[in-house]
């Protein structure tokens, strides 16, 4: 039984909030599968005698000497911030209940 892409999309749609159109979904669900077909194809490569790597050149990395230095005021660093409360970002709750996973 193939697996229904679709029914995923919904989900991730329904938790992010997302109002999409059919063909939206439809094309969204296919490159979902697109997508794990890659990833099932790449699992499949003989990767014997190749050594991991993070970065594909050899390079050192440049770090830069830590300084202690004033930060930017609060005020200014959320002033872009829609709501605030106590100096922090105030955002909607989000929670998934165990009936809306089902």
């Known amino acids: 039984m193939p697996f229904d892409f679709g029914k995923e999309v919904d989900h991730v749609a329904r938790l992010a909030r997302l109002s999409?159109?059919?063909d939206e979904k439809e094309r969204m669900a296919g490159q979902l599968s697109d997508i794990?077909?890659?990833?099932?194809?790449?699992?499949?490569l003989d990767t014997t005698g190749?050594?991991?790597?993070?970065h594909v050149t050899e390079r050192p990395a440049v770090l830069?000497?830590?300084?202690v230095r004033p930060s930017l005021p609060l005020d200014k660093?959320?002033?872009?911030?829609?709501?605030?409360?106590?100096?922090?970002?105030k955002v909607p709750r989000i929670t998934v209940s165990e009936q809306d996973q089902k």
Do not use: C, M
């Open 64 to 67: 830069r000497e830590d300084r």
């Open 77 to 89: 660093a959320l002033r872009n911030a829609p709501r605030r409360e106590k100096g922090f970002v």
């Open 20 to 22: 999409l159109e059919e």
């Open 36 to 44: 794990l077909k890659t990833a099932r194809r790449i699992q499949e």
């Open 50 to 54: 190749i050594e991991p790597t993070s």
